[in-house]
T-cell receptor
Framework: GAVVSQHPSRVICKSGTSVKIECRSLDFQATTMFWYRQFPKKSLMLMATSNEGSKATYEQGVEKDKFLINHASLTLSTLTVTSAHPEDSSFYIC??????????????FGDGTRLSIL | SQKIEQNSEALNIQEGKTATLTCNYTNYSPAYLQWYRQDPGRGPVFLLLIRENEKEKRKERLKVTFDTTLKQSLFHITASQPADSATYLCALVGVDSSYKLIFGSGTRLLVRP
């Protein structure tokens, strides 16, 4: 149980393109989802917290107009990297919390999206 | 600022031995601590959670300790196997952080057959 699917797994596109990444909870409802960014051999850096039906909360230093997050349903959150540039190339990972749980529950992660901007 | 440190050097051990990984934190009072496993090109997978009032937690070959005085957690894998080779991440959440996790950079474990 608690499977999170992330799509696509890899994207290669030209500079200036906008890229949408989907994060779906397959067998549970997720009121809260998180978006992380990870550089090679580095830690996961939280970008934003996404709550169903409300605006995402972005971490300090993360441009909300650059990284658009939508959490329109209890099973889907999307991250759109707008007008992507080579410096946006990274490994993006989403995670989800099951609804109605306490704050000490584990996060369930997708398998990440490798974004490469040429 | 809050800081979490894990040994950046890979831990290389022989199959069958016990692997011990360390997670230290400063300027922080986490309500609980979690350990995750991450394989290359994959998302992290949850392994164990330990609360601040627990000293030790076990799950099969895994054991986690949590010393709030030393501000340290140790993660042990007994009877290690080559399949245990991966990067292990510790993650902390504060009492007031409301679900948000702060991750360490992880320690890579290599188990030689």
């Amino acid at each position: 149980g608690a499977v999170v699917s992330q799509h696509p797994s890899r994207v290669i596109c030209k500079s200036g393109t906008s890229v949408k990444i989907e994060c779906r909870s397959l067998d549970f409802q997720a009121t809260t989802m998180f978006w992380y960014r990870q550089f090679p051999k580095k830690s996961l850096m939280l970008m934003a917290t996404s709550n169903e039906g409300s605006k995402a909360t972005y971490e300090q230093g993360v441009e909300k107009d650059k990284f658009l997050i939508n959490h329109a349903s209890l099973t889907l959150s999307t991250l759109t990297v707008t007008s992507a540039h080579p410096e946006d190339s990274s490994f993006y990972i989403c995670s989800a919390l099951t609804s109605g749980t306490y704050s000490n529950q584990p996060q369930h992660f997708g398998d990440g999206t490798r974004l490469s901007i040429l | 600022s809050q800081k979490i440190e894990q040994n950046s050097e890979a831990l290389n051990i022989q199959e069958g031995k016990t692997a011990t990984l360390t997670c230290n934190y400063t300027n922080y009072s986490p309500a609980y601590l979690q350990w995750y496993r991450q394989d290359p090109g994959r998302g992290p997978v949850f392994l164990l959670l330990i609360r601040e009032n627990e000293k030790e937690k076990r799950k099969e070959r895994l054991k986690v300790t949590f010393d709030t005085t030393l501000k340290q957690s140790l993660f042990h894998i007994t009877a290690s196997q080559p399949a245990d080779s991966a990067t292990y991440l510790c993650a902390l959440v504060g009492v007031d952080s409301s679900y948000k996790l702060i991750f360490g950079s992880g320690t890579r474990l290599l188990v030689r057959p």
